[in-house]
């Protein structure tokens, strides 16, 4: 066999190989193409699925609740209008100051009580209507409806108000004095605006014969700035010593917020569901005195400022999407504009970035996690002698997902010095969310109402950041509603237990149209459970 012949043989054996390879490099490249269209697919179609819950995205409880026409339309004349507006002023004026437990002012609170029946008349003279005071200075009003098959309500609101420095107001807090359309004074953001509010809606009322079918308490707590204890614990007390059965309980703690939620142009009314806890914390730190001339490395003033200033730089964990808040912005996802609507449908997802977007202003970062505030800082008692000791108060509100326990680990943590004592001053503990479904019928009214009086608002559920009365009532009804239909800005916020608070009068005006269709709205036979 010749040369050529041999190499011919060996291409001939070694072809078939050849082929098998050039198969199986073919079925490989096909393979990983396979896979890099489903590597690039599967992003598509996750951003679909994500669009596709978008807007197909019904939240819980969505249903607008029926509209009713009023028997009584809310339509005032002049002269309401001049009385309202007097009427309230007029208990702005009244200084019903709380300080303390054993610090407030009982000869306004007296005042305030001769005051109410000279401002609303027919309200204390009507058949329908029963008054008494409870635990001193607290108020009980008993409203009785035709209609007895028919579960009742309550109203509640508080009379007393925060301190306020005079010097540092644009007018004086208790003057009510009304500028360039706004009541200035302390009390008509928090809370005499509701207590006004309501009793001026019933008193329209009945001055224009209305009969209410469902019987409904009022309950104004004089003591809600300092706990409650003796005021709204005594009323709620009264109620179930004689058996009342409340079918759901109304109370200030949210409002209607403009321009507040990001990326939202309208307004917003949050019904708050439920609220969060609070915590007092004391820390004191004790170290030896002496003469400042010769003063020790650390002193209890230093020791204790450095704990402070540990936890002002190091917030508690992000807690948003775990508590009520996550209803109140899957209820806006359908108002938002893109790519907004697609971030909170699907919260499951994106609750870390939008909790780290909420925590850049101070009225969202309270819904985001508990929120610490150092409230008072006690120490030293002479310029050139070293304090032996030092205490300060931290006021905590916990995010309802937050347990006290919890907390207190969190605290020890970031302090992380053993020379610092802490101590739990006072805490409440976490109230249950109420419902906001379709058939729940205190949330469908307060919805319903909202609806009538400021039809252009979007209404969601939501927490309310404060302490409220309402804990006092939880042995009545576990459905306990916070709103008052005031209207807040940005700026408003801080006017709230601070300086220059103020209503605009319009605004107190759709207060009282509110309470005055709420209450009839309120006497409806609906098919919602009670």
Same mark, same amino acid.
């Given at each position: 066999?010749?040369?050529?012949?041999?190499?011919?043989?060996?291409?001939?054996?070694?072809?078939?190989?050849?082929?098998?390879?050039?198969?199986?490099?073919?079925?490989?490249?096909?393979?990983?193409?396979?896979?890099?269209?489903?590597?690039?697919?599967?992003?598509?179609?996750?951003?679909?699925?994500?669009?596709?819950?978008?807007?197909?995205?019904?939240?819980?409880?969505?249903?607008?609740?029926?509209?009713?026409?009023?028997?009584?339309?809310?339509?005032?004349?002049?002269?309401?209008?001049?009385?309202?507006?007097?009427?309230?002023?007029?208990?702005?004026?009244?200084?019903?100051?709380?300080?303390?437990?054993?610090?407030?002012?009982?000869?306004?609170?007296?005042?305030?009580?001769?005051?109410? %029946? !000279?401002?609303?008349?027919?309200?204390?003279?009507?058949?329908?209507?029963?008054?008494?005071?409870?635990?001193?200075?607290?108020?009980?009003?008993?409203?009785?409806?035709?209609?007895?098959?028919?579960?009742?309500?309550?109203?509640?609101?508080?009379?007393?108000?925060?301190?306020?420095?005079?010097?540092?107001?644009?007018?004086?807090?208790?003057?009510? @004095?009304?500028?360039?359309?706004?009541?200035?004074?302390?009390?008509?953001?928090?809370? !005499?605006?509701?207590?006004?509010?309501?009793?001026?809606?019933?008193?329209?009322?009945?001055?224009?014969?209305?009969?209410?079918?469902?019987?409904?308490?009022?309950?104004?707590?004089?003591?809600?700035?300092?706990?409650?204890?003796? &005021?709204?614990?005594?009323?709620?007390?009264?109620?179930?010593?004689?058996?009342?059965?409340?079918?759901?309980?109304?109370? @200030? &703690? *949210?409002?209607?917020?403009?321009?507040?939620?990001?990326?939202?142009? !309208?307004?917003?009314?949050?019904?708050?569901?439920?609220?969060?806890?609070?915590?007092?914390?004391?820390?004191?730190?004790?170290?030896?005195?002496?003469?400042?001339?010769?003063?020790?490395?650390?002193?209890?003033?230093?020791?204790?400022?450095?704990?402070?200033?540990?936890?002002?730089?190091?917030?508690?964990?992000?807690?948003? &999407?775990?508590?009520?808040?996550?209803?109140?912005?899957?209820?806006?996802?359908?108002?938002?504009?893109?790519?907004?609507?697609?971030?909170?449908?699907?919260?499951?997802?994106?609750?870390?970035?939008?909790?780290?977007?909420? @925590?850049?202003?101070?009225?969202?970062?309270?819904?985001?996690?508990?929120?610490?505030?150092?409230?008072?800082?006690?120490? &030293?008692?002479?310029?050139?002698?070293?304090?032996?000791?030092?205490?300060?108060?931290?006021?905590?509100?916990?995010?309802?997902?937050?347990?006290?326990?919890?907390?207190?680990?969190?605290?020890?943590?970031?302090? *992380?010095?053993?020379?610092?004592?802490? !101590?739990?001053?006072?805490?409440?503990?976490?109230? %249950?969310?109420?419902?906001?479904?379709?058939?729940?019928?205190?949330?469908?009214?307060?919805?319903?109402?909202?609806?009538?009086?400021?039809?252009?608002?979007?209404?969601?559920?939501?927490? #309310?950041?404060? *302490?409220?009365?309402?804990?006092?009532?939880?042995?009545?009804?576990?459905?306990?509603?916070?709103?008052?239909?005031?209207?807040?800005?940005?700026?408003?916020?801080?006017?709230?237990?601070?300086?220059?608070?103020?209503?605009?009068?319009?605004?107190?005006?759709?207060?009282?149209?509110?309470?005055?269709?709420?209450?009839?709205?309120?006497? #409806?036979? #609906?098919?919602?459970?009670?």
């Amino acid at each position: 066999m010749s040369e050529w012949q041999l190499l011919q043989r060996r291409v001939d054996v070694a072809a078939p190989p050849s082929q098998g390879r050039m198969k199986r490099t073919k079925g490989r490249v096909r393979s990983t193409a396979l896979v890099a269209l489903l590597l690039l697919s599967l992003p598509l179609a996750f951003l679909a699925a994500l669009l596709i819950r978008t807007y197909t995205f019904e939240p819980a409880a969505g249903r607008q609740p029926p509209t009713r026409g009023a028997a009584l339309a809310a339509n005032f004349t002049p002269a309401d209008r001049k009385q309202m507006l007097g009427a309230l002023q007029g208990a702005v004026r009244i200084p019903t100051v709380s300080r303390s437990p054993t610090d407030f002012n009982v000869s306004a609170l007296q005042q305030f009580g001769r005051y109410l %029946p !000279k401002v609303f008349p027919t309200v204390f003279s009507s058949s329908f209507v029963h008054h008494e005071i409870i635990a001193n200075y607290s108020h009980l009003f008993t409203i009785f409806g035709s209609n007895s098959t028919l579960a009742p309500y309550i109203l509640t609101a508080h009379l007393d108000v925060v301190p306020a420095i005079k010097e540092e107001w644009e007018v004086p807090p208790f003057s009510a @004095e009304v500028r360039d359309g706004y009541l200035y004074g302390r009390g008509t953001l928090d809370d !005499k605006l509701s207590a006004m509010g309501i009793l001026q809606g019933l008193e329209l009322l009945l001055k224009r014969g209305y009969k209410p079918r469902r019987s409904f308490y009022i309950g104004f707590g004089h003591d809600e700035e300092i706990g409650g204890n003796n &005021g709204a614990r005594n009323i709620a007390s009264v109620l179930k010593s004689r058996g009342v059965e409340i079918a759901f309980l109304l109370d @200030e &703690g *949210s409002s209607i917020f403009d321009g507040i939620i990001p990326g939202l142009g !309208k307004q917003v009314a949050m019904i708050a569901t439920s609220e969060k806890s609070s915590a007092t914390i004391g820390l004191s730190v004790t170290a030896l005195s002496g003469h400042a001339s010769i003063p020790p490395k650390e002193t209890s003033i230093g020791i204790l400022a450095a704990a402070v200033s540990k936890l002002e730089r190091n917030p508690m964990p992000r807690m948003f &999407g775990q508590g009520p808040e996550r209803g109140l912005f899957e209820h806006l996802t359908p108002q938002l504009p893109f790519p907004m609507n697609v971030v909170m449908a699907n919260l499951w997802l994106f609750a870390p970035l939008v909790s780290r977007m909420m @925590e850049k202003k101070p009225s969202t970062n309270s819904l985001v996690r508990t929120t610490t505030a150092v409230t008072e800082f006690h120490a &030293g008692i002479k310029s050139n002698v070293i304090a032996s000791s030092a205490k300060a108060t931290v006021n905590f509100r916990l995010h309802p997902a937050h347990k006290l326990e919890e907390l207190l680990q969190q605290i020890r943590q970031i302090i *992380s010095d053993e020379r610092v004592k802490i !101590k739990v001053l006072k805490s409440s503990p976490p109230i %249950p969310m109420s419902s906001y479904e379709d058939d729940a019928f205190g949330y469908q009214v307060i919805k319903e109402t909202i609806g009538n009086i400021f039809p252009e608002v979007i209404v969601t559920p939501g927490l #309310c950041t404060a *302490s409220t009365d309402t804990r006092h009532y939880q042995n009545l009804t576990s459905e306990l509603y916070r709103f008052v239909p005031m209207i807040l800005k940005e700026e408003d916020i801080f006017r709230l237990h601070g300086v220059n608070e103020r209503i605009s009068v319009r605004n107190y005006e759709d207060v009282v149209r509110f309470y005055f269709r709420f209450i009839q709205n309120s006497d #409806c036979q #609906c098919s919602t459970r009670l």
